[in-house]
């Protein structure tokens, strides 16, 4: 079945620095790439997401890159600040439409932004 | 934003008894999800529900599992009987489904089967 391997299990950044965290995807037939953002002790908070049909989306200080050839994604989180520390988790899924849509996640990327 | 609500926040069974997990989900929303985390693992997929029935399951969702939302009341995730290996913490998870992808967690109910 579909695997979603995520790269980095901790990142450590100074604030004001960009921070990058890489997944790869298995299934080719992949097409929705959301990422989620999960706070000590809170729910996973949705953060931005990405369709196949594109290959970058930006919403604010934050930037999805799909590379479908590469079966790779990545969010890069720019100018940071110490309230993006968090985990933030990827996640890929096929089901795309009206069948609903079942995320296969990555593993985590613990974000530490130091002031 | 939108929000789903979970019940319990946490709950402690013996091994062998039935558990009941309630979810309230978005209001608008159609689709809803239940997933699965063991402590340091992966977040895993058990099961997707549209207008009154299962669509999709993973191989974790053993017989033990069912799911309801009786007239638009809670969904809900029963397991009966328990077993040591489930626990872990539970999200539900629900989406619009109509073009709109993005799921809204609930902050997980953290069953632990002793």
């Known amino acids: 079945g579909e695997k979603v391997e995520q790269h980095e299990s901790t990142l450590s950044v100074r604030e004001g620095d960009s921070a990058v965290i890489n997944c790869t995807y298995t299934?080719?037939?992949?097409?929705?790439f959301p990422w989620y953002k999960q706070e000590a002790g809170k729910s996973l908070h949705f953060v931005i997401d990405?369709?196949?049909?594109?290959d970058r989306k930006q919403s604010q200080r934050l930037i999805v890159l799909l590379d479908k050839k590469a079966k790779r994604f990545s969010l890069h989180i720019t100018a940071t600040q110490p309230e993006d520390s968090a985990i933030y988790f990827c996640?890929?899924?096929?089901?795309?439409?009206?069948?609903?849509?079942?995320?296969?996640f990555g593993i985590g990327t613990l974000l530490s932004v130091k002031p | 934003g939108p929000k789903v609500l979970q019940i319990p926040s946490h709950q402690i069974i013996d091994m062998g008894q039935m558990v009941t997990l309630n979810c309230d989900p978005v209001?608008?929303?159609?689709?809803f999800y239940w997933y699965k985390q063991i402590l340091g693992q992966q977040m895993e997929f058990l099961v997707n529900?549209?207008?009154?029935?299962?669509?999709?399951k993973s191989k974790l969702f053993k017989d033990q599992f069912s799911v309801e939302r009786p007239d638009g009341s809670y969904f809900t995730l029963k397991i009966q009987p328990t077993a040591l290996e489930d626990s872990a913490v539970y999200f539900c998870?629900?989406?619009?489904?109509?073009?709109?992808?993005?799921?809204?967690f609930g902050p997980g109910t953290r069953l632990t089967v002793l």
């Open positions: 529900f549209y207008n009154g029935k299962v669509m999709e």
């Open positions: 299934d080719t037939a992949s097409s929705y």
């Open positions: 209001s608008n929303h159609l689709y």
């Open positions: 998870a629900s989406s619009t489904g109509t073009g709109g992808l993005e799921q809204y």
């Open positions: 990405i369709r196949s049909n594109v």
């Open positions: 996640a890929a899924s096929g089901n795309y439409g009206s069948s609903g849509n079942k995320l296969i």
